[in-house]
């Protein structure tokens, strides 16, 4: 079973630069696709990024290059370094697995962990 943990979210400035990590506290991640989401209040939560779906590497077309994901297998890490961020990449982001190939979608991933808020005002 996987339980995963977000953490690196914070408020920055439009223009400035995070980190998020995602980590398993159960089962290694080397064994799914990971994925990136984001959701605001009222919205439903949206692909950011996702690594071993239906289309390999995965971005929305509103982060790509801004944003780069990544995983260390040995460290049994995900990461989402964020760049250039806007007002509008304001939002809860969460990680989440699936089985390989799927879209990047979140209904198509699961063991949705607790977020991490992500606020980009001045």
């Known amino acids: 079973q996987v339980q995963l943990v977000e953490s690196g979210g914070g408020l920055v400035q439009p223009g400035g630069s995070l980190r998020l990590s995602c980590t398993s506290s159960g089962r290694s991640l080397n064994y799914y696709a990971v994925g990136w989401f984001r959701q605001v209040p009222g919205k439903e939560r949206e692909g950011v990024s996702c690594?071993?779906?239906?289309?390999?590497?995965y971005y929305a077309d509103s982060v790509k290059g801004r944003f780069t994901i990544s995983r260390d297998n040995i460290q049994n890490m995900v990461y989402l370094q964020m760049n250039s961020l806007k007002p509008e990449d304001t939002a809860v982001y969460y990680c989440?697995?699936?089985?390989?190939?799927?879209?990047?979608?979140?209904?198509?991933?699961?063991?949705w962990g607790q977020g991490t808020q992500v606020t980009v005002s001045w």
């Open positions: 690594l071993g779906s239906i289309d390999g590497t």
């Open positions: 989440g697995t699936a089985y390989w190939g799927r879209r990047c979608a979140a209904t198509d991933y699961g063991s």
